[in-house]
Structure formats: structure tokens, C-alpha cells
């Protein structure tokens, strides 16, 4: 039985693993809603004079994908199932 796992769920590559200073703490895109660890995800600093309308500075964006990154700035609203 051992085996048979084995062979059917083998590790994932070393390249898909968390390298030493990678933050592993999960986040939600700001698209879909998905929570994924940050070293997987597409992180956006806001720079530092960009403001909110009401003064505060911006918080950073986070996405699964550059996909849902280009979506979101595009302005296009997540429809689950495709």
C-alpha cells in the first residue's frame, strides 16, 4: 500500500517548495478570495506617496496569479467556475 501512494502522490518539485526567507503566511487574493501561502501568490507594494482617497496610505495587493492581477486592474469582477 506504502508503495502504491507513493507512486500515485510523489513530493512536488524542490522549485515548488518554500526557499529559506519565503513568508509561508496565508493570504487572501484580492480577487477571487483564495487563500494561498505569500511566496506562491503575486505580491503588489503600493509606492510609498501612493494615498487613499481619504489620506491613509494604500495596503499592499496580493493575487493567486498574474492573471487575476491583470483582472482586477482591469476592473473585471470574479465569477467562480470560470
Known sequence: ????????????????????GDVTTPRHCDFCGNSLAEYRGVLETPSTTATDTDGLAKKPLFF???????DYHAGKSYRAGG
Open 1 to 20: 500500500m506504502w508503495a502504491f501512494y507513493k507512486f500515485m502522490y510523489p513530493r512536488p518539485p524542490k522549485s515548488m517548495m518554500p526557499k529559506e
Open 64 to 70: 493567486c496569479n498574474y492573471e487575476h492581477q491583470a
